[in-house]
């Protein structure tokens, strides 16, 4: 049963540490998708990517996030230096261009900064 | 700018009734459309989908059918279980491949 692995699942920090997201896609999905859950804001995109290149990172604060997928097997989504307005729910998911894009989330990483 | 637009939660149903949850949609061309649901403490699931107008999607006995006529994708289910307590998200891809959620609609249904 293929699943997308999110590590890790939870994440206490300090406000102005570095805090780094790990997924692993789904073997064979050649696009991989950041979302952030909040109670106020939903889910909101923040970053896809499709062959491993970023198509869209425009729901992503660019002086402290970023994202990356170093291979077909791993993306990361690095928060530096975070804050307490950062705390929410991070999800990945992965897709396949030929089914439409319809996408496989991964259990999620919840952040919390104090 | 495309989006998606839901009915607001919550909503609480007893075991057996049924269920509609409104979904209406903003975009151009023929976006495929996606409804998700969410456990607690889980992330999404893909409930079904429709890729082209008047395609119904199931999945599970729930149902939602496509209609490009009045920019529709409502989600029913004609008998809900207390196993079907969640959030459901209706959400579109455009032709841009750009990607839109709604805010989720939570569902309780009662025993």
């Known amino acids: 049963d293929a699943r997308v692995t999110q590590t890790p699942r939870h994440k206490v920090t300090e406000m102005g540490q570095e805090v780094t997201m790990r997924c692993q896609p789904i073997?064979?999905?050649?696009?991989v998708f950041w979302y952030r859950q909040t109670m106020m804001q939903g889910l909101e995109l923040l970053a896809y990517?499709?062959?491993?290149?970023?198509?869209?990172d425009s729901g992503m604060p660019k002086d402290r996030f970023s994202a990356e997928m170093p291979d077909a097997t791993l993306a990361t989504l690095k928060i530096q230096p975070s804050e307490p307005r950062d705390s929410a729910v991070y999800f990945c998911a992965s897709g396949l261009q030929s089914l439409s894009y319809e996408q496989y989330f991964g259990p999620g990483t919840r952040l919390t900064v104090t | 700018g495309d989006s998606v637009t839901q009915m607001e939660g919550p909503v609480t149903l007893s075991e057996e009734a049924f269920l509609t949850i409104n979904c209406t949609y903003t975009?151009?061309?023929?976006?495929?459309l996606f409804w998700y649901v969410q456990y607690p403490g889980e992330g999404l699931q893909l409930l079904l989908k429709?890729?082209?107008?008047?395609d119904k999607g199931s999945n599970k006995g729930f149902e939602a059918t496509y209609r490009k006529e009045t920019t529709s994708f409502h989600l029913e289910k004609g008998s809900v279980q207390v196993s079907d307590s969640a959030v459901y998200f209706c959400a579109l891809r455009n032709t841009g491949n750009q990607f839109y959620f709604g805010t989720g609609t939570s569902l309780t249904v009662i025993p």
């Open positions: 073997l064979g999905h050649n696009t």
């Open positions: 975009a151009t061309g023929y976006p495929s």
């Open positions: 990517f499709r062959n491993r290149a970023p198509l869209d």
């Open positions: 429709a890729t082209k107008a008047d």
